[in-house]
Every structure is written in structure tokens, then in C-alpha cells.
């Protein structure tokens, strides 16, 4: 199709271009450099099959019928947007504020039923305990209770999917409260100046620490729960 392809040239010269203009991440220098097609699949999330997006949504609204049952569903809230645009190795993540759900195309593709059964459950529950207790600790006490006893799953906050097909360089950060880990884009947006992390839960900016880099838990909040301002 003439226009995708136009649209691949155009990322194809923007990555080079961008490329040229900072040149290799000095803090991977023996990061292998992907091909130009690889960058555009890494970047772009793959095409999801329409009848799994239709029933990961189908999901989402039987949770919350079954927690209005329960008489556990705030009157006030919609059922949370669904989004499928995940990067790294974080299954889900969910998004207080703006009251939505976003999966991991990669690993739904490869895991649907983890998905419908457990990370969905997972994230709508974080979504549940900020409208009915205001920001907590993401895994804490009221997390756990709902994910036990409304959803009848254990509270497992990592998770032991196959992540290879997403795996990337992790880069260690430490705000006032907890650690995070960065992928190598978010990180040498850091190092160049180009963008500054924040801890959504204190506030506080992401540092980076020289140790433990190369540790990478299976889920990720501390990243997702960040907010970058550009300058
Ligand atoms: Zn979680
Ligand atoms: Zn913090």
C-alpha cells in the first residue's frame, strides 16, 4: 500500500536522521543496531486479531457487571478505556488518572488467556482501589483483598510470561519511595536532556543508580506510574 510505505520512508529517514544527530547511546555502546524494518516493528504496535481486542473488551465488561453485582463498582464510573499500546515488558498497566487499561500487544498476542483470566483482573483492580480509596500503594492491602476476594485470584504482582520477544536493555532508577527501571529509549531521552521522569506515587524525579542495573522484574508500574515532561 503506497501510503504505508510512505510512512515507512518517512520513520526509516526520521530514525537515521535522529540517529546522526546523537549518535550511539553511549550507555550501550555494544547494543547491536537493528535494521531500519526492525525499528519500525519494535515501534509500532503489531497488528492485534479484531475478534481478541473484541474479547479482551468483552472481559472488561463482565468484570465490572460482576463487581456491580457485588455491589462493588462505584455508580459514578464508566467500564475504563481499553488500549493496547504497552511497550516493554510490562503486561498492563493502568492508568488512574485517565481511567484506562493498556495491554501489551506483543504478549496478549502470545498469552490471551493469561490476559482474559489474570493481567485484566490485575489491572482493573488498581483501577477499582484508586476510585474507592484515592492513590495507595499499588499492590497494597486494598489491591490484594479485591484481587482475592472479588476475583478469587492470587495477588501475584509479577508476572512469568515469556517476555523474550520483549526484552530490551533495563536502566535502573531510584526515586524517593521506591526503584524503577527505564527501557533505552526513556533513558537516553534522560541522559540527552530531552525528558525528565517523575514518581507518580511521591512526586519526586527518577535518578538514575549505578547499581542494580540489568535487574528486570517481569512487571513494571514503577515505569508506567512515571510521567515525563519535555522541555
Ligand atoms: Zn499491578
Ligand atoms: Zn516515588
Same mark, same amino acid.
Not at 546522526?20 to 547494543?31: K, V
Not at 499500546?85 to 498497566?93: D, H, L, N
Not at 501475584?156 to 533495563?170: E, I, K, N, R
Given at each position: 500500500?503506497?501510503?504505508?510505505?510512505?510512512?515507512?520512508?518517512?520513520?526509516?529517514?526520521?530514525?537515521?536522521?535522529?540517529?546522526?544527530?546523537?549518535?550511539?547511546?553511549?550507555?550501550?555502546?555494544?547494543?547491536? &543496531?537493528?535494521?531500519?524494518?526492525?525499528?519500525?516493528?519494535?515501534?509500532?504496535?503489531?497488528?492485534?486479531?479484531?475478534?481478541?481486542?473484541?474479547?479482551?473488551?468483552?472481559?472488561?465488561?463482565?468484570?465490572?457487571?460482576?463487581?456491580?453485582?457485588?455491589?462493588?463498582?462505584?455508580?459514578?464510573?464508566?467500564?475504563?478505556?481499553?488500549?493496547?499500546?504497552?511497550?516493554?515488558?510490562?503486561?498492563?498497566?493502568?492508568?488512574?488518572?485517565?481511567?484506562?487499561?493498556?495491554?501489551?500487544?506483543?504478549?496478549?498476542?502470545?498469552?490471551?488467556?493469561?490476559?482474559?483470566?489474570?493481567?485484566?483482573?490485575?489491572?482493573?483492580?488498581?483501577?477499582?482501589?484508586?476510585?474507592?480509596?484515592? &492513590?495507595?500503594?499499588?499492590?497494597?492491602?486494598?489491591?490484594?483483598?479485591?484481587?482475592?476476594?472479588?476475583?478469587?485470584?492470587?495477588?501475584?504482582?509479577?508476572?512469568?510470561?515469556?517476555?523474550?520477544?520483549?526484552?530490551?536493555?533495563?536502566?535502573?532508577?531510584?526515586?524517593?519511595?521506591?526503584?524503577?527501571?527505564?527501557?533505552?529509549?526513556?533513558?537516553?531521552?534522560?541522559?540527552?536532556?530531552?525528558?525528565?521522569?517523575?514518581?507518580?506515587?511521591?512526586?519526586?524525579?527518577?535518578?538514575?543508580?549505578?547499581?542494580?542495573?540489568?535487574?528486570?522484574?517481569?512487571?513494571? $508500574?514503577?515505569?508506567?506510574?512515571?510521567? $515525563?515532561?519535555?522541555?
Amino acid at each position: 500500500m503506497p501510503g504505508s510505505f510512505a510512512t515507512d520512508t518517512t520513520m526509516t529517514l526520521l530514525t537515521r536522521l535522529r540517529r546522526a544527530l546523537s549518535g550511539t547511546p553511549r550507555t550501550a555502546p555494544t547494543q547491536p &543496531r537493528p535494521r531500519s524494518g526492525a525499528v519500525s516493528a519494535r515501534r509500532r504496535p503489531p497488528a492485534l486479531d479484531p475478534a481478541l481486542i473484541a474479547r479482551c473488551q468483552q472481559r472488561l465488561h463482565e468484570l465490572v457487571l460482576q463487581l456491580q453485582a457485588a455491589g462493588q463498582w462505584p455508580a459514578s464510573r464508566p467500564v475504563p478505556g481499553l488500549e493496547f499500546g504497552q511497550r516493554g515488558k510490562a503486561a498492563g498497566t493502568a492508568h488512574l488518572g485517565r481511567w484506562l487499561i493498556r495491554l501489551n500487544p506483543v504478549l496478549l498476542a502470545a498469552h490471551p488467556q493469561r490476559f482474559l483470566g489474570e493481567v485484566i483482573p490485575h489491572e482493573l483492580a488498581h483501577l477499582l482501589v484508586f476510585a474507592r480509596h484515592g &492513590r495507595t500503594r499499588p499492590h497494597g492491602p486494598e489491591w490484594r483483598q479485591l484481587m482475592q476476594q472479588q476475583f478469587g485470584l492470587p495477588p501475584h504482582v509479577t508476572h512469568d510470561l515469556d517476555v523474550s520477544a520483549v526484552s530490551g536493555p533495563q536502566f535502573a532508577y531510584r526515586c524517593a519511595c521506591r526503584d524503577h527501571l527505564l527501557s533505552l529509549r526513556r533513558h537516553n531521552r534522560v541522559v540527552r536532556h530531552q525528558a525528565r521522569y517523575l514518581c507518580r506515587l511521591c512526586g519526586q524525579p527518577l535518578a538514575a543508580t549505578s547499581d542494580a542495573a540489568g535487574a528486570t522484574p517481569n512487571h513494571q $508500574h514503577g515505569i508506567t506510574e512515571t510521567t $515525563h515532561h519535555t522541555k
